[in-house]
Every structure is written in structure tokens, then in C-alpha cells.
């Protein structure tokens, strides 16, 4: 199985960098933390004390609590003498002023966008062609090309970590490139592999399992996930980075799905990068939900919240295991 010489970490640093300050500006521009200064808040109360919209609120709050402008406490997020120092209008030592080269950027604009309008779009962005059913084959090619260079090395650890010892035949939905494919079937040479995406992304998988040499052992279905049955007689069901593109409610259907498609005994497998379940990180979660934000309807959630959403659609034994340097395995079962 390829491996890497060392770990990703200082690229998913360089890669989100660029979106702390424009939080920070966006949040001061917004009088946020003004907001929680009169009094500390949850997403969904500082939603109705500012009129903000609060899934925009739920990516932007761990992100100033894993800067240490914020801190949650019981649940409410409230500021830090940082924030109270250096953050606030009324103080002597306010920074804001100092901000307005920040303001001006687009990606500052597109943050204050996404808190103050109601309805989330993500016009031209790859969710969008999931989301309809409609894919080009030049827009696949340039989507499998992101998608395996931004998670080859993030699937040699779900290899190595994800036990699928006794798995022989794995459903990869919505699976890009087909990496976490190959990389699991090099790893488990009794598994057998099926990438289920949109046509136009099936024939980018055929290239790049032919150059793997596993033509044998991945193939590929061409399913729509949102209005199409979902194939079965498969052990077990994987999808890395499918659930931070979408809301709680589709992630809901597609844990719906899943557990129609699995037989008694099979397992559903998630591969994220999981926001802390108080809320306040960690940095590379918080940046990448800010990240989401930007072109998805979606974010990056707690193990907790996952674990709501599986059971909820009846799975059991939901658990998660570190699976590289930012990313985890959650698991569950169907009874």
C-alpha cells in the first residue's frame, strides 16, 4: 500500500491559513463580539439575539473559540480577556480599526454573506452537481483531480487504521478519485470495492484504478445518491467528506439510505474531520468548517452530532477512532 514519508499536517496548515483573520474581521464588522459581551450565548440564541443565521453561526463560533477570542462554557460561548481587550469597540486598546484591509477581501464579504443571508448557495461549486444529478466530464476531471490530491495521503490512513479485515465487499459513495478504493483494497486483498458516483466521475475512477492495477478488483456504479435506490449486498458502507458537504437533515437521509442498503450486521464507515464536541475546535476543524461554509450547505460536525444522526436512522455501536492527523473513523452498525 503507497504510504507517505510523513504526514500532511503542514500543508492542511499553509492550505486553511488564509481564513482566520477573515473571521475575525467578519465576526468584528458584525458586532459579535459586542453580542457576547452583553451576555454569553449559544449558536441558536446569538442567531436570534443578532439575526444571524445560525448554521453560518455553528462554523464561525469554534473557529474565534480555536483562535482564543472565545470560550464555550456550557454550551455558551462567551469571550476570553483577549477577545474583551482587543475585540471590543469600547476598548482603549481596540484592534478593529486596524482591520480594514481584512474587510475588503472577498473572502471576508463571502463570510458576512453566508451569516446574514437566509438561504445558502453554493452556485458553481462542486455540491451543486451532486445536488442535481448533473456532472461534466470536464468538471470531474477536475474535481477527481482535488479530490486525490487533497485525500491520498488521508486514505492510507483510513487503510491502516479502518479495520476491514473481514469486509469483502465495501460501497464507496460518493468517492471521487476512488483513492480510499485503492488504498483500501491494497490493504485487504479479500475486498472487493465498488465507487458509486455520477457517471461523468465513474469514467475518472476507471483511469485511475487501471493505473493502480486493481481493474479487477473496483468497479463502479452509476448512481445518483439523492434520487436513485442505492445498490445492496454489500458489508459495508464508506464515505469520507460526504457529510460536512450537506445539513443535518440530508446527512440524515443519507444515513436513511445507508441503512436500507446493508444488510443485518453491516457497517457504515465516515471519514471527517470532527469539530470537538465543546465547540471550540480545533483549529484545522474549525478552518475547514469555515472553509465549508464558503461552497457547501454543509459543515464540519462533532463525533456527538454524528452519533445523533446515525442512531437515529437505527445504526448501533457508533464509535470513532483517529484515523491520520486531522481526520477520524466513524463507525456504526445495522442491528
Not at 464561525?60 to 475585540?87: E, H, I, K, N, W
Not at 457547501?296 to 464509535?319: C, N, P
Request: with cysteine.
Amino acid at each position: 500500500m503507497l504510504q507517505p514519508s510523513c504526514d500532511d499536517r503542514h500543508i492542511w496548515e499553509a492550505y486553511l491559513s488564509g481564513y482566520r483573520m477573515p473571521a475575525v474581521a467578519a465576526a468584528d464588522e458584525l458586532n459579535l463580539f459586542e453580542a457576547l459581551d452583553e451576555a454569553p450565548a449559544t449558536a441558536d440564541e446569538l442567531a436570534a439575539r443578532t439575526g444571524l443565521r445560525e448554521y453560518a453561526l455553528r462554523a464561525l463560533l469554534p473557529m474565534l473559540s480555536a483562535l482564543d477570542f472565545l470560550t464555550p462554557r456550557g454550551g455558551r460561548y462567551q469571550l476570553t480577556v483577549s477577545a474583551r481587550t482587543y475585540l471590543l469597540h469600547a476598548s482603549p486598546f481596540y484592534w478593529g480599526h486596524a482591520f480594514t484591509p481584512h474587510r475588503n477581501v472577498p473572502l471576508t464579504r463571502t463570510f458576512i454573506d453566508r451569516l446574514k443571508t437566509a438561504e445558502r448557495e453554493a452556485s458553481g461549486a462542486p455540491v451543486e452537481a451532486w445536488e442535481s444529478g448533473k456532472l461534466g466530464r470536464e468538471q470531474a476531471q477536475v474535481i477527481a483531480r482535488f479530490m486525490n490530491s487533497h485525500s491520498l495521503s488521508a486514505a492510507s490512513g483510513a487503510a491502516r487504521e479502518g479495520d476491514l479485515s473481514q469486509t469483502k465487499r465495501l460501497l464507496d459513495v460518493g468517492g471521487g478519485s476512488g483513492c480510499f478504493s485503492i488504498a483500501f483494497a491494497q490493504a485487504n486483498p479479500q475486498l472487493h470495492a465498488t465507487v458509486m458516483e455520477l457517471p461523468a466521475m465513474c469514467e475518472m475512477v476507471h483511469e485511475y484504478v487501471a493505473q493502480s492495477g486493481l481493474t479487477g478488483r473496483i468497479d463502479t456504479k452509476s448512481v445518483d445518491m439523492f434520487r436513485e435506490a442505492w445498490p445492496t449486498g454489500y458489508d459495508a458502507i464508506f464515505m469520507s467528506n460526504i457529510w460536512h458537504d450537506w445539513d443535518l437533515e440530508t446527512n440524515a437521509q443519507l444515513a436513511a439510505s445507508s441503512f436500507r442498503a446493508l444488510p443485518s450486521g453491516g457497517r457504515i464507515i465516515l471519514h471527517e474531520i470532527l469539530i470537538n464536541d465543546e465547540g471550540s475546535g480545533p483549529l484545522i476543524a474549525a478552518a475547514f468548517s469555515m472553509m465549508m461554509l464558503m461552497g457547501t450547505k454543509g459543515r464540519q460536525y462533532s463525533f456527538a452530532e454524528l452519533k445523533q444522526v446515525l442512531e437515529g436512522a437505527g445504526f448501533i455501536d457508533v464509535r470513532t477512532k483517529d484515523s491520520s492527523v486531522y481526520y477520524s473513523l466513524v463507525s456504526a452498525t445495522k442491528p
